[in-house]
């Protein structure tokens, strides 16, 4: 039987990434399955990610950079139209794809036509590509956990290049991006997930209090308006008023000096059952020695 190999567009948005994009190229360039465009929009970047981009010489990279900073939605939407493969692949200029990234999910798709998008597990690092966690993927099924819950870790997704033209992002919505995008989408839709990691997700130790607190504005700006909550008060203010207590207690945590409490809770309590396969895997990726 003749497997399928139809064309994959991998979106990249970059900003100020100079310290992680050449490992986070080099794990999409070195993939088992090649059979992709590789779309990089620079989103005004002050670093050298520009430069070190232009020092990969591979024909299937595509540079768009114009110098301004458009936001990540903005520039999202950019590669979509841009895309001219059967499917879309997220992915962030600091995380690394696992080698098979590609080949597992293209060829998962490609099984189940019946498919929009399908994510996977990850493997949590810090800034210095130390393996903190496992984060295992769940697929949801009740709409409204949505509305609390991440349907998939964004940069994990490949879905067909169409629904992303179907439900683009919002830019109004940036740092919720994502949410909305599902909550849209949900239920006209069908997803997956793959349960084993096929990416290394950043993750740095350093609590940044400001973009904590813009995403939870900006979750309840989307809940605010959402149409299903729309005759379910007591839904929706309850979780506003969930994600004002977030505020308030990171506030509190952040002026206590306690902000390394806010990121280790995220990672506690999680089991790496494949800890030296992805270690090896990690310094095939980085060229880091045992």
Do not use: C
Not at 50 to 72: C, E, P, W, Y
Not at 212 to 240: E, I, W
Request: net charge positive.
């Amino acid at each position: 039987m003749e497997v399928s190999t139809p064309l994959v567009s991998i979106g990249i948005p970059v900003y100020n990434a100079g310290r992680f994009i050449a490992d986070t190229l080099k794990s999409v360039l070195d993939q088992t399955y090649t059979n992709f465009e590789l779309i990089i929009t620079d989103d005004g970047s002050t670093d050298d990610s520009v430069a070190i981009v232009k020092t990969f010489d591979d024909q299937r990279i595509q540079l768009i950079s114009d110098g301004l900073n458009k936001g990540i939605s903005f520039r999202l939407n950019q590669q979509v139209a841009q895309a001219k493969g059967k499917y879309f692949v997220r992915m962030d200029a600091d995380d690394l794809m696992f080698p098979y990234r590609l080949e597992r999910q293209v060829s998962f798709l490609e099984q189940h036509p019946e498919l929009d998008a399908v994510g996977s597990s990850v493997v949590v690092l810090d800034d210095d590509n130390h393996i903190l966690a496992f984060r295992k993927a769940k697929l949801l099924s009740n709409y409204r956990e949505l509305f609390s819950t991440i349907l998939f870790n964004h940069p994990t997704v490949t879905g067909k290049t169409e629904f992303f033209k179907k439900y683009p992002y919002s830019e109004h919505l940036t740092g919720v991006e994502d949410a909305d995008v599902w909550l849209r989408s949900f239920p006209q839709s069908r997803f997956s997930v793959i349960s084993e990691p096929l990416l290394f997700y950043r993750d740095p130790l350093a609590f940044k209090l400001s973009t904590y607190r813009f995403r939870l504005l900006q979750k309840n700006r989307l809940l605010r308006h959402h149409p299903y909550l729309k005759s379910r008060f007591l839904l929706k203010t309850k979780l506003m008023t969930e994600n004002f207590l977030k505020i308030a207690v990171a506030t509190f945590t952040h002026l206590s000096g306690n902000d390394r409490w806010m990121i280790s809770r995220r990672n506690q309590n999680s089991e790496l059952p494949q800890l030296e396969e992805w270690r090896n895997v990690l310094k095939k990726i980085t060229n880091e020695q045992s």
